[in-house]
């Protein structure tokens, strides 16, 4: 019976792994300074979908630099007329290779109802968990209606 070495040995060049490329160009996306949750959500708004935002929930991810000006964003998922999924690791991971100092998640509220939900405020204690692990301010959580907003950092649920 060939030992574990030989064994190995045998294995090697037999097997692959997979390769991830990961490219960052770094860059101010925006000269607009977020300073307050009204900054954001104009900001945000403007790059909102309007047809759907009546229509089924989307979640969007917003990258800050120290400064708070936008590094990059990303749709994070599109949803149905009552739900939409955040991927933690998604966010974190594009926080991460951004090199953000700030996160700001965001989605829209298709009935108009801007009051969070359970899992609104659980996916938001998560996050902020997550993202502190890596040294990345979780900023903000905006609740998008077709006229206005909800804040949770307005509201101190961060």
């Known amino acids: 019976m060939p030992s574990k070495k030989q064994r190995l040995q045998q294995l090697a060049g037999n097997w692959t792994a997979s390769e991830l490329c990961i490219q960052y160009k770094p860059g101010v996306k925006s000269n ?34 120290r400064k ?53 405020l659980a996916i938001t204690k998560k996050l902020g968990k997550a993202l502190k692990l890596i040294d990345v301010r979780l900023l903000d959580h905006l609740i998008i209606g077709e006229c206005t907003y909800y804040s949770m950092a307005d509201e101190n649920l961060l």
């Open 68 to 120: 708070g000006r936008t590094i990059g964003y990303r749709l994070i998922c599109i949803g149905n007329m009552t739900s939409t999924h955040a991927d933690i690791r998604l966010i974190v991971s594009l926080a991460l290779h951004s090199l953000a100092a700030g996160v700001i998640i965001a989605h829209n509220h298709p009935s108009g109802d801007l009051e969070p939900s359970d899992a609104d």
């Open 32 to 65: 607009i300074s977020i300073k307050h949750s009204l900054d954001a959500y104009h900001f945000i708004r403007s790059l909102w979908d309007k047809e759907r935002l009546t229509m089924q929930e989307e979640l969007m991810a917003f990258f800050f630099n």
